[in-house]
């Protein structure tokens, strides 16, 4: 039965189907949505004249802070702005949560800073479990020989002795409370007896930061000295008298008060200065032996003494020149050392000079000699003191150095070159980008502490013991095994065991097969080349790739650049990249003229009248990429950040064909109004580098190079995604008038968008709001570079 009745089923089966087939009509094929179009705020055009030269800014409106209506507007255009952005990233959400993914684990799971050892006591700061802020705390160095910070019970309790073996001094979530739920501390400082903190916290609805001291040995808030708008402070010897700097309704540094701890008469006024470009700063030498006052003006530099014993005992000039220099006065054993870039005769030149004075000299003006002659190859980066050395970080062209000095110095060899003293070279790995010294508050150890940075390394932060050459590696994360390693002393925990191993302590005789450090230049591979810009000028050029993945004229890049202030460019290696690294992207970094890295000549070759040096530098490094195949022709994306954004939005201008899509995070892009027309308070530093518009040559500079005014009409613009927040030094309002006029004048693409993502203000204080805001930056360069 089952074989006859077989056919008839499938005999019925077919004719079924023949049935559906001639009645069958074809649906039709489904468009695909349309892309979103962009928000297009209302126009109200103004227009300015300043040197025979007019202008009109359509969007003028979007800086009119008090203008209620405006500020409606304003919200509403921001709201259309993030939906907007929504819209275009949504076919991104998978590749977000993955990328999100990838940066959170990759993230160093360190629930406490590396402990700092200062006198009888380990300092640090740790994450409570469910807490946005950490705890600062302390505990005695003698008790916990084998201290290891994250592993450390949360509430500082050895389970096995029974003891109490932690002191938690600021819960930095009790003074989110205080402020608005919002906890952001700029400064803090410990008294010499470590009994008293004084610190400042950012009182976010009057915008300034609030001086408080509170007591250590009693966990409370002392009646005073309590104080607003507060940028500095520095204790006199005695633990009791706190000298504090506060600003003026323009945040300028104008007044050093003198208060006691828990005093009931009015703070002592030491200085103040009524000219508006005079700043003044304040700070202790290491061994609390003097206080030194530094008064700036663009025309000026002056550093006054204080006997930190006796502060109300007056203020003895040691320093000035006619010039805005950098300088900073340390003391050691009865004689003052000068750290600045001013020579003897008031000049500024091209890098740092140590010069030496007796603090007992009588004679003024006071003579000060240099300890080291000049040598054209070694520059010196920084110094830093303690009871028994000195320790330079030099810099041979690109080649970063640590040596360290025994102190006394031999008065003999003052002037002698620096190998005459016997400097002791310190280990570093390769590809060193920049030495950052540590805390090292404790004037009277030997041990200093510093922090290695590489393209190609994740961050080291290293202990060097400069009497007997070993050193340590105190935190750095290791990503080759997808583990973290953090030691101190001679502990150390490796991945996830609950058993501490020993470490090794390493010297400079060691064995030169041992690499201690958790390099990755076996999986990414960094070079460097010399870039000739326009006028002939070497450029530096950094890049990074995976040894994997690259391929000739086939990779897609993305080029960093800064080039101002005087900064150097951060080019060490950051987790995030990593997952553009392994997807086949080179990261290149530009150390164009106006940034760090070259001197001052350097600095002031990019700055003012000579900014486009920054942007042509950036411009012929983007070229280079391409013409030498590092990088496709079509796949080259920008990224700036602050004025590094100008510089990269101002490079759009000259050549938007030369990218296919650019970053630029709280950028500075409207300098001829910002500075012209302030609506925040501006630093000289701020016109120092753009220069100052009542200048008529540095205000025909900026009409120039302004990203704002020289949009390209009717030209085809790379997708450029724009971060802002209400918390940034230039203003939303910069990134939203900069966003509207590219897209008013440029040729429309919804394949290259321009987008404008607002950003919380505490990104930088919450790790999973960090990760998910560099989740879809790069899921942004990947959508719109490489897919």
Same mark, same amino acid.
């Given at each position: 039965m089952r074989h006859l009745l077989g056919p008839l089923r499938r005999s019925g089966m077919i004719s079924h189907c023949?049935?559906?087939?001639?009645?069958?009509?074809?649906? &039709?094929?489904?468009?695909?949505?349309?892309?979103?179009?962009?928000?297009?705020?209302?126009?109200?055009?103004?227009?300015?004249?300043?040197?025979?030269?007019?202008?009109?800014?359509?969007?003028?409106?979007?800086?009119?802070?008090?203008d209620r209506v405006a500020m409606r507007h304003m919200d509403v255009c921001m709201e259309q702005e993030e939906k907007y952005t929504e819209a275009v990233m949504s076919d991104t959400d998978r590749i977000q949560s993955?990328?999100?993914?990838?940066?959170?684990?990759?993230?160093?799971?360190?629930?406490?800073?590396?402990?700092?050892?200062?006198?009888?006591?380990?300092?640090?700061?740790?994450?409570?479990?469910?807490?946005?802020?950490?705890?600062?705390?302390?505990?005695?160095?003698?008790?916990n020989e084998e201290f290891i910070s994250y592993k450390s019970p949360s509430a500082g309790f050895d389970f096995t002795s029974g003891k109490k073996i932690e002191q938690k001094l600021l819960d930095y979530n009790q003074e989110a409370e205080r402020f608005g739920g919002y906890a952001y501390e700029e400064l803090s400082e410990l008294s010499p007896d470590h009994r008293y903190l004084a610190y400042t916290m950012y009182d976010k609805d009057n915008d300034y930061f609030k001086l408080s001291v509170r007591d250590l040995n009693l966990g409370s808030l002392c009646s005073r000295p309590q104080a607003d708008r507060v940028c500095n402070v520095a204790w006199a010897k005695d633990s009791q008298t706190l000298l504090y700097v506060v600003t003026d309704d323009n945040k300028r540094p104008y007044r050093i008060y003198c208060s006691m701890v828990g005093s009931t008469g009015e703070d002592i006024l030491l200085l103040e200065e009524s000219s508006n470009n005079v700043y003044l700063n304040i700070r202790h030498t290491k061994d609390f032996q003097f206080l030194t006052v530094y008064r700036f003006s663009t025309a000026s530099s002056k550093v006054f003494l204080i006997n930190a014993a006796e502060p109300l005992s007056g203020m003895t000039l040691v320093w000035e020149c006619s010039i805005n220099a950098h300088c900073i006065i340390e003391h050691h054993q009865g004689y003052l050392y000068l750290f600045t870039n001013v020579d003897n005769q008031g000049q500024q030149i091209d890098h740092h000079y140590l010069l030496q004075s007796s603090v007992d000299s009588s004679i003024y003006p006071r003579k000060w000699q240099n300890v080291f002659s000049n040598e054209q190859e070694l520059i010196i980066e920084d110094v830093d003191f303690c009871h028994s050395h000195m320790v330079l970080i030099v810099r041979d062209k690109r080649k970063y150095g640590l040596c360290s000095i025994c102190l006394p110095l031999s008065s003999a060899k003052l002037g002698s070159r620096l190998k005459e003293f016997h400097p002791q070279r310190l280990p570093l790995p390769d590809h060193v980008s920049q030495i950052l010294p540590g805390p090292n508050y404790d004037y009277f150890s030997s041990t200093m502490r510093f922090t290695i940075t590489s393209p190609v390394m994740p961050d080291a932060v290293v202990d060097y013991d400069l009497l007997n050459g070993k050193w340590t590696i105190v935190q750095q994360?290791?990503?080759? @095994?997808?583990?973290?390693?953090?030691?101190? #002393?001679?502990?150390?925990?490796? +991945?996830?065991?609950?058993?501490?191993?020993?470490?090794?302590?390493?010297?400079?005789?060691?064995?030169?097969?041992?690499?201690?450090?958790?390099?990755?230049?076996?999986?990414?591979?960094?070079?460097?080349?010399?870039?000739?810009? @326009?006028? +002939?000028?070497?450029?530096?050029?950094?890049?990074?790739?995976?040894?994997? &993945? &690259?391929?000739?004229?086939?990779?897609?890049?993305?080029?960093? #650049?800064? +080039?101002?202030? #005087?900064?150097a460019l951060d080019k060490r290696w950051q987790n995030e990249f990593k997952s553009l690294l392994d997807r086949g992207w080179v990261i290149a970094y530009a150390d164009v003229r106006g940034g760090g890295g070259g001197g001052r000549k350097w600095h002031d070759d990019g700055r003012q009248t000579k900014k486009l040096n920054s942007i042509k530098d950036y411009l012929s490094c983007a070229k280079f990429l391409i013409e030498r195949e590092i990088v496709e022709e079509t796949k080259l994306a920008g990224w700036g950040y602050s004025a590094g954004g100008l510089l990269v939005a101002s490079a759009l201008n000259f050549c938007p064909d030369l990218f296919r899509a650019a970053v630029l995070k709280v950028p500075f892009l409207d300098p001829t109004n910002t500075l012209t027309y302030p609506v925040l308070?501006?630093?000289?530093?701020?016109?120092?580098?753009? #220069?100052?518009?009542?200048?008529?040559?540095?205000?025909?500079?900026?009409?120039?190079?302004?990203?704002?005014?020289?949009?390209? &009409?009717?030209?085809?613009?790379p997708a450029v995604l724009v971060t802002s927040s209400f918390n940034t030094r230039f203003g939303v309002w910069e990134a939203a008038k900069w966003v509207a006029r590219v897209r008013d004048y440029t040729v429309y693409d919804p394949r290259r968008p321009i987008l404008l993502n607002l950003t919380a203000d505490i990104v930088g204080e919450n790790r999973y709001l960090y990760s998910k805001e560099a989740a879809m930056e790069t899921a942004f360069l990947i959508k719109m570079v490489d897919s």
């Open positions: 023949l049935l559906q087939r001639a009645n069958y009509k074809p649906q &039709k094929v489904q468009e695909p949505p349309s892309p979103p179009s962009p928000p297009k705020p209302p126009k109200k055009p103004v227009t300015f004249r300043l040197h025979g030269e007019l202008w009109e800014d359509p969007y003028s409106w979007m800086s009119q802070l008090n993955k990328l999100q993914s990838e940066m959170s684990y990759r993230l160093a799971p360190y629930l406490s800073t590396p402990p700092v050892r200062w006198g009888p006591w380990l300092y640090y700061r740790r994450v409570e479990e469910g807490k946005q802020y950490m705890v600062l705390c302390r505990r005695l160095a003698s008790l994360q290791n990503l080759l @095994h997808e583990r973290t390693r953090i030691l101190y #002393g001679s502990a150390s925990v490796v +991945g996830n065991s609950q058993k501490p191993s020993i470490s090794k302590n390493f010297s400079n005789g060691d064995d030169g097969d041992v690499n201690p450090w958790n390099d990755l230049s076996d999986y990414y591979a960094c070079e460097e080349y010399e870039v000739s810009s @326009h006028d +002939g000028i070497s450029v530096p050029l950094t890049i990074i790739y995976s040894r994997h &993945k &690259k391929k000739n004229a086939q990779n897609p890049g993305l080029l960093h #650049g800064h +080039g101002a202030y #005087g900064e308070p501006l630093t000289p530093a701020d016109y120092e580098e753009f #220069g100052y518009p009542g200048d008529i040559e540095d205000f025909r500079a900026i009409r120039e190079y302004s990203p704002y005014d020289n949009i390209r &009409k009717d030209a085809l613009y």
